[in-house]
């Protein structure tokens, strides 16, 4: 099974949004995937392990990867294994510093931003309103398009 949203075939837009043609088969996906939930004391205990043992500064979605791997694996190490980090440590520094007493670095790109101008656009026309909730109106995205273009003409 899967989850898609129904698009009108010219424009792009959003005719249905979340449609479940089928239910997945739950007990097939187990046997490919794992899930668990990992509290963020969890998280901090996990960067100050890894730093501790093998000097490397996970961020915290690194941190919930890793530990799910180790309750995944029980113990047993005997499989080749990957972790993939999600976000620069520096993205989170407040969670870094309380996990391991260190404050990363800003990622360059982060710091080239943090050294700009704050712009704030504002999206003045209406969404479209429906049972399951606010969705963007074809007038908001054609709004936001032209501003974005017009932040790139004066590149």
Partial sequence: GHMYD?????????IKPGIIDRMPDMDEMRKDLFSIGVAN?????????????YGIILDPHGAV????????LKGKHDTPAVVYETADPGKFPEDVEKAIGIVPE???????????EERIFSI?????KRTEGYMLSKEQVEETKE???????AF
Wanted: hydrophobic share 30%; aromatic share 12%.
């Fill in 6 to 14: 129904e698009r009108d075939p010219v424009t792009g837009n959003i």
């Fill in 41 to 53: 004391q969890e998280h901090y205990d996990t960067i100050r392990f890894v730093y501790e043992k």
């Fill in 65 to 72: 990867g890793w530990r799910s791997l180790e309750v995944f």
């Fill in 106 to 116: 800003l990622p360059p790109n982060m710091k080239r931003q943090a050294a700009m």
């Fill in 124 to 128: 003045e026309s209406e969404p479209n």
């Fill in 147 to 153: 501003k974005i273009k017009d932040i790139f003409r």
